[in-house]
Nanobody, 121 residues
């Protein structure tokens, strides 16, 4: 009973910026990690950025220096600057969450619904 809701996608010109948000809600005991993946047409889903609780962010080489991941409680953000056409994809929020279900603590991965990011020339 965990839901991740994404927002912030849209159409932007190359060189522009977007900020994605993902809010987790439900029977959350703790959030161990949050991150962003993306999938372009005809390509596999790939990790864009991730942040582990108490750790430092990790980024795909293709976005280093341009994207910044941050987290505030149950919400993770992805600030995307200097966007390129190759950044066009559906972006998915991911979270590794421990839930408390009838005093049973279970940890699993949860996914947002995806938000479209389109970068035009």
């Amino acid at each position: 009973q965990v839901q991740l809701v994404e927002s912030g996608g849209g159409l932007v010109q190359a060189g522009g910026s977007l900020r994605l948000s993902c809010a987790a809600s439900g029977s959350i005991f703790s959030i161990n990690a949050m991150g962003w993946y993306r999938q372009a047409p005809g390509k596999q889903r790939e990790l864009v950025a991730a942040i582990i609780s108490g750790g430092t962010p990790d980024y795909a080489d293709s976005v280093k220096g341009r994207f910044t991941i941050s987290r505030d409680k149950n919400t993770v953000y992805l600030q995307m600057n200097s966007l390129k056409r190759e950044d066009t994809a559906v972006y998915y929020c991911n979270a590794r969450i421990t839930t408390n279900q009838n005093m049973r603590f279970l940890t699993g991965d949860y996914w947002g619904q995806g938000t479209q990011v389109t970068v035009s020339s």
